[in-house]
């Protein structure tokens, strides 16, 4: 069986970690080898990159973000990515391309084409085989967050008009990539959430 590459978006708090450990869980009842990874910090270089971008004391120009998080990315396909799905691995990779669109595109207001340009060279051209968005409430992702964590990150700590953008980016992404792109209503229930992205691997990904 060939390898697949599943990616899960969504504003801070949506739930990608937990839905993606359940998902993997799954896959692997059925046989399937899965591996898990993120971004930024799913290789060693994209650990070190990972503190460097969050730490909430560091100062980072707008630009040095998004050459940062293409720098994590670059890496990470050509570590990770392109090497498990060589394997016949399914990825389930905890936010892509679409985190830079939504985040500096909308978020930052950093110009479109050249974050296009930076995903191509990043990725050589590789894109999910499904992304499944996490579609919740930006104030009620916060607030798991702030409940989780006694610390906010340096993007967690920005304004709720960032956070809002950044969803208006997912809503924008969707909606002009209805085969890649699928929303699920994160505000559901663990379990039901859970379902539903069986459901749609299902449909998306035959053979499962
Ligand atoms: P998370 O992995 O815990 O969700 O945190 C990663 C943070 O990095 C999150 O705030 C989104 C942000 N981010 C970007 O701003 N651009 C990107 O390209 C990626 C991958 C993440």
């Keep these: ?5 599943i990616v899960f978006e969504g504003v801070e708090g949506c739930g990608k970690t937990s839905q993606m450990q359940l998902c993997g869980q799954w896959l692997e009842s059925l046989g399937i080898s899965v ?3 993120r971004e930024p910090g799913g290789t060693k ?6 503190s460097l971008l969050l ?3 560091n100062t980072v120009a707008e630009v040095t973000e998004l050459l940062l998080y293409a720098a994590d990315r670059a890496q990470h396909v050509e570590q990770e990515l392109k090497p498990s799905l060589a394997a016949g691995k399914y990825i389930l990779c905890d936010r892509y391309t679409d985190s830079t669109i939504a985040y500096q595109g909308y978020g930052r207001g950093l110009n479109f084409k050249l974050i296009h340009q930076l ?6 051209g590789l894109e999910s085989d499904l992304t ?6 930006v104030e009620l992702g916060l607030s798991r967050k702030r409940k989780d964590e006694a610390k906010l990150d340096r993007i967690e700590q920005e304004t709720i008009a960032f956070h809002r953008r950044v969803q208006q980016g997912y809503a924008e992404l969707a909606a002009s990539n ?3 792109i699928v929303r699920v209503d994160g505000s559901l229930s663990k379990e039901t959430v859970h379902q ?5 691997l299902r449909v998306h990904l035959k053979g499962l």
Excluded: F, V
Excluded at 119 to 124: F, H, L, P, S, V
Excluded at 132 to 137: G, K, P, S, T, Y
């Design 1 to 5: 069986m060939g390898g697949k590459l």
């Design 35 to 37: 591996i898990l990874t």
């Design 45 to 50: 270089l994209g650990s070190h990159l990972r």
């Design 55 to 57: 730490e909430s004391e």
């Design 119 to 124: 995903n191509d060279i990043a990725t050589a």
């Design 132 to 137: 499944i968005w996490l579609d919740i409430d």
């Design 178 to 180: 209805p085969s890649r």
């Design 196 to 200: 539903m992205i069986q459901d749609i």
